[in-house]
């Protein structure tokens, strides 16, 4: 008896020594437990931090003119209105959300005039992308994530937001976006951020929960419970690629390569678009912290914001004032010899901060012809733009 009890002892340590290896151990890391952070990468002398523009959880930047545009609210609001953590208190929300427009040469700030937007409630902006139109350049379209209040009788803490996406046109450098849809459909579920097309009808986007509330919500970290899905005006809604871990950000090169951020994957999955609009998975980029939103750079490299201590940008969002330290990654496609050998991207980090100068950051966008890094986040109180 004594024999079998031992080898059942010994069978379970090497188990849980298995276990610990393998995933207990990566999962802490990726928490930010055993990690100091450094701070490298920004110069202050380099860098002006904006005021006026707060809580902006995504910025995409105009290319052709440098022209930066941000998703924001105020401080106050992500604290009581924030779907995407669980924060349901739709009466603290902002009734003045805004997109707005930074010029980097004159560090102006311009709130967008939304027209012809005719809703019950105020629009509450998360995720947003901003294309060029594919007939005329200087025409965008905005596609903006909008977490509307579900409708008044039912408990958002039982029901979940009521998420769409909406669309609207503007100008380049103009002051007013008008709105042209709003796209409600079941397979937008918890939407986080979303990649438009030039056509300003179709649109891929992230669900970073497989259901609005309950306790399989919470599951998103552990289980492949998150998705990709894609929009046509004219032909509908799908699923475009499901079954994927603590889906956030998500990019869209110009020859229909998707990036998609994994937030607790700390890892970047990449798709190729297929003719009937399902993503089929080419490859996984492991880059080994919590991840936010993504862009492009005209040199067609990947950056993405991430988070050292993940636990600090919890409390960021609950108290805005509390520092999270802030990464920023860029990744490439590698032209040394090791490529040779299977690793096709490489993955560099650019900089950390300790949250002093830059804090919850979940956007960094590289300006690569102008040499600009800018970085914002969902709760922060500044916008930083430096020179590098």
């Not at 004159?106 to 901003?130: A, C, W, Y």
């Not at 004219?234 to 998500?250: H, Q, V």
């Not at 988070?307 to 108290?319: I, L, T």
């Not at 520092?323 to 496609?333: H, R, V, W």
Request: proline share 5%; net charge neutral; aromatic share 10%.
């Amino acid at each position: 008896m004594a024999n079998v009890l031992l080898t059942v002892v010994c069978v379970s340590c090497a188990i849980l020594a298995v276990f610990y290896q393998m995933y207990l151990d990566p999962f802490l890391r990726i928490l930010g437990f055993f990690r100091t952070v450094q701070t490298f990468g920004l110069d202050d002398s380099n860098c002006k931090k904006i005021p006026g523009v707060q809580a902006c959880e995504k910025i995409v930047l105009h290319q052709p003119t440098g022209i930066l545009y941000l998703a924001c609210t105020s401080q106050e609001s992500r604290v009581n209105w924030s779907p995407a953590t669980e924060k349901f208190n739709a009466q603290g929300r902002s009734a003045n959300d805004y997109v707005a427009m930074f010029d980097p040469a004159t560090l102006k700030v311009t709130r967008m005039e939304f027209e012809n937007f005719e809703s019950d409630q105020p629009i509450s902006v998360h995720g947003m992308d901003i294309v060029p139109s594919a007939t005329n350049a200087r025409e965008l379209y905005v596609y903006l994530v909008n977490h509307r209040a579900p409708p008044a009788g039912q408990d958002v803490t039982v029901v979940g937001a009521d998420s769409v996406i909406e669309v609207f046109k503007g100008t380049v450098f103009g002051k007013r976006l008008t709105h042209i849809q709003t796209i409600r459909d079941p397979t937008i579920i918890t939407p986080n951020d979303v990649a438009g097309q030039g056509d300003g009808k179709g649109f891929f986007f992230t669900n970073d929960h497989g259901t609005k509330t309950g306790f399989a919500r919470n599951l998103n970290g552990f289980f492949p419970t998150t998705s990709v899905g894609y929009c046509h005006v004219d032909r509908g809604c799908k699923i475009a690629a499901s079954s994927l871990l603590s889906s956030n950000g998500i990019v869209k090169a110009s020859n229909d390569t998707i990036y998609v951020a994994s937030t607790l994957g700390a890892k970047i999955t990449v798709f190729e678009r297929q003719a009937d609009d399902s993503l089929l998975l080419t490859d996984v980029i492991p880059v080994g912290q919590a991840l936010d939103n993504l862009s492009l750079d005209s040199d067609g490299v990947v950056w993405a914001a991430g988070f050292p201590k993940p636990s600090d940008m919890v409390e960021h969002m609950k108290k805005p004032k509390h520092l999270s330290p802030t990464s920023a990654f860029k990744i490439y496609i590698n032209t040394g010899p090791n490529s040779f050998y299977g690793e096709k991207y490489k993955v560099e980090k650019v900089l950390e901060d300790d949250g002093k100068m830059v804090s919850g950051s979940t956007s960094v966008v590289h300006d690569s012809e102008r040499k600009r890094l800018f970085l914002h986040g969902t709760a922060a109180s500044y916008l930083t733009t430096c020179n590098i």
